[in-house]
């Protein structure tokens, strides 16, 4: 029915990364996925440390890397992983004794007294990296192998800005996934 605001042509949905390769692109070997809220404080460590090194992206001395931001992970990001040698999702962590830690992320549950609050859980509204790895077998099989750094934060404040703190963390984190992502075969990082 003309003028009828239920009778509205929606637009077809975005290409996804996955239907991107399915027409003959391949996914880079290694993904990094920053988790967090930017205007959440500290919470936006993940997607910092994706847009640092996204500047070395851009400048040539990072290859083999697909960089990926989000707010929390979803069910969605599963498609993410598929053809991917080694996945590393980056997020903020509220009680670490160490400036950051990687975590290897097994479809198994976690031992809740070795992991930060990110790691454990499933809702409808975020998704634990290890559920995520779980609904990977199911549908896809085996999964590639999965990381999580999780760097220090202690302010989680809405409007809040990345405190003293977990700025240095995210210096050392990132100085430490750089020299990570220079090591793997599959992904470089090139020193100026």
């Known amino acids: 029915?003309?003028?009828?605001?239920?009778?509205?042509?929606?637009?077809?949905?975005?290409?996804?990364?996955?239907?991107?390769?399915?027409?003959?692109?391949?996914?880079?070997?290694?993904?990094?996925?920053?988790?967090?809220?930017?205007?959440?404080?500290?919470?936006?460590?993940?997607?910092?440390?994706?847009?640092?090194?996204?500047?070395?992206?851009?400048?040539?001395?990072?290859?083999?890397?697909?960089?990926?931001?989000?707010?929390?992970?979803?069910?969605?990001?599963?498609?993410?992983?598929?053809?991917?040698?080694?996945?590393?999702?980056?997020?903020?962590a509220a009680s670490l004794d160490a400036p950051y830690r990687l975590l290897p992320i097994k479809t198994e549950t976690v031992d809740s007294g070795s992991a930060p609050a990110a790691v454990l859980g499933w809702s409808t509204h975020r998704l634990a990296p290890n559920a995520l790895l779980r609904l990977y077998r199911s549908l896809h099989g085996e999964p590639p192998p999965l990381d999580l750094l999780a760097i220090g934060g202690c302010s989680f404040e809405l409007g809040a800005a990345l405190s003293a703190k977990a700025a240095a963390n995210l210096e050392v984190a990132t100085e430490w996934l750089l020299l990570e992502l220079q090591c793997l075969p599959t992904g470089t990082a090139h020193r100026p």
């Open 1 to 92: 029915m003309q003028g009828d605001a239920r009778d509205v042509t929606r637009p077809n949905p975005a290409p996804t990364r996955a239907r991107c390769r399915a027409s003959g692109d391949r996914a880079a070997p290694v993904l990094v996925v920053g988790i967090g809220n930017p205007s959440r404080g500290d919470d936006a460590l993940g997607p910092v440390l994706i847009s640092r090194l996204q500047q070395w992206q851009d400048a040539g001395r990072l290859e083999g890397v697909e960089l990926l931001s989000d707010f929390q992970l979803q069910i969605e990001h599963v498609l993410d992983l598929v053809d991917r040698e080694r996945v590393i999702i980056v997020d903020a």
